[in-house]
């Protein structure tokens, strides 16, 4: 099943949607038109609650009819009406990022991301003014449903909605300062974050360490590694960490970037960065300059 967040334009309303060939459908009209009974529910057409809390409850029956052919035109969506939001609640997730790890690492490593800072496909990405060097980092997302302490591994794959691709946008002339001076990479790091543009739940997608990944940025094709060339895996990764931290349902974890799956050279501002998984889909986005920083303080 592939579900994506999106926000009507004329209504401003943010609202669970199914993908199926390409085409977008309104999960409340579907409900309507079919005629089940959870349309009737307060609260059921928020994406936490849907997707997390109960955990996709009725969306598959939905999925099997589209899948059938029963499509109807009164629920699709267009692409002109609409904005592509993450596809998580931003103001209930956190956002963890992992790894990449050293190829000989002995134990994982994670640092928390700035989940208000989390955008949509096709966004436009505001770097910090003064960076002249913006680059992109793949990853692939997981979405929690369960909240993991002390977890295992088993605990973990249970516990996953599923998955979506990340682009987790980096400063490079920052992230290069923050590292010669010992600081935490959030300059670096924290302006921005892309999910999307669906998650797509773990029964369609088989195992994802297989998943092929590429990059596009602008004409030029660029070549990453499989998915799964981690040094842990993502259920080792997350087991670890929940032994650490709480994570709890609806949190956003991000698996590290994929081989290859950054520029590794500056990328121009206003190109278009479309980086893709296999299955999963293709996420967008283009950086930008973004305005001069006020001042921070009294001279």
Same mark, same amino acid.
């Given at each position: 099943?592939?579900?994506?967040?999106?926000?009507?334009?004329?209504?401003?309303?943010?609202?669970?949607?199914?993908?199926?060939?390409?085409?977008?459908?309104?999960?409340?009209?579907?409900?309507?038109?079919?005629?089940?009974?959870?349309?009737?529910? +307060?609260?059921?057409?928020?994406?936490?609650?849907?997707?997390?809390?109960?955990?996709?409850?009725?969306?598959?029956?939905?999925?099997?009819?589209?899948?059938?052919?029963?499509?109807?035109?009164?629920?699709?969506?267009?692409?002109?009406?609409?904005?592509?939001?993450?596809?998580?609640? =931003?103001?209930?997730?956190?956002? =963890?990022?992992?790894?990449?790890?050293?190829?000989?690492?002995?134990?994982?490593?994670?640092?928390?991301?700035?989940?208000?800072?989390?955008?949509?496909?096709?966004?436009?990405?505001?770097?910090?003014?003064?960076?002249?060097?913006?680059?992109?980092?793949?990853?692939?997302?997981?979405?929690?449903?369960?909240?993991?302490?002390?977890?295992?591994?088993?605990?973990?794959?249970?516990?996953?909605?599923?998955?979506?691709?990340?682009?987790?946008?980096?400063?490079?002339?920052?992230?290069?300062?923050?590292?010669?001076?010992?600081?935490?990479?959030?300059?670096?790091?924290?302006?921005?974050?892309?999910?999307?543009?669906?998650?797509?739940?773990?029964?369609?997608?088989?195992?994802?360490?297989?998943?092929?990944?590429?990059?596009?940025?602008?004409?030029?094709?660029?070549?990453?590694?499989?998915?799964?060339?981690?040094?842990?895996?993502?259920?080792?990764?997350?087991?670890?960490?929940?032994?650490?931290?709480?994570?709890?349902?609806?949190?956003?974890?991000?698996?590290?970037?994929?081989?290859?799956?950054?520029?590794?050279?500056?990328? +121009?501002?206003?190109?278009?960065?479309?980086?893709?998984?296999?299955?999963?889909?293709?996420?967008?986005?283009?950086?930008?300059?973004?305005?001069?920083?006020?001042?921070?303080?009294?001279?």
């Amino acid at each position: 099943m592939r579900i994506a967040h999106v926000l009507q334009l004329a209504t401003s309303t943010p609202i669970v949607a199914l993908e199926r060939d390409g085409a977008l459908y309104d999960v409340a009209e579907l409900e309507r038109h079919f005629g089940t009974k959870l349309a009737d529910i +307060p609260g059921v057409s928020d994406f936490h609650t849907r997707v997390v809390a109960l955990r996709c409850a009725g969306l598959h029956a939905l999925d099997d009819r589209l899948l059938s052919g029963d499509r109807p035109a009164s629920a699709q969506l267009h692409a002109d009406t609409l904005l592509w939001l993450p596809p998580c609640a =931003v103001d209930r997730a956190a956002y =963890v990022q992992l790894g990449p790890y050293a190829r000989d690492a002995d134990l994982p490593w994670y640092r928390f991301g700035n989940s208000r800072a989390l955008l949509g496909h096709d966004a436009t990405i505001p770097f910090p003014a003064l960076e002249d060097d913006p680059d992109y980092e793949l990853n692939l997302a997981a979405l929690l449903a369960e909240d993991l302490r002390r977890a295992t591994p088993e605990d973990v794959e249970k516990a996953i909605a599923g998955y979506t691709v990340l682009n987790d946008w980096t400063a490079r002339s920052l992230e290069a300062r923050s590292l010669a001076r010992g600081l935490p990479l959030s300059e670096a790091k924290d302006f921005a974050t892309q999910l999307g543009p669906v998650v797509v739940t773990p029964d369609e997608l088989g195992p994802v360490e297989v998943l092929r990944a590429q990059v596009r940025v602008d004409a030029e094709t660029r070549c990453c590694s499989r998915i799964g060339e981690w040094t842990f895996s993502l259920a080792e990764s997350v087991a670890y960490i929940s032994n650490q931290i709480e994570l709890r349902a609806g949190d956003v974890v991000g698996t590290g970037r994929v081989f290859g799956g950054s520029a590794g050279r500056r990328v +121009p501002y206003g190109a278009r960065v479309e980086l893709m998984i296999e299955r999963i889909g293709r996420l967008t986005g283009k950086p930008v300059r973004g305005p001069a920083p006020l001042p921070w303080r009294r001279r």
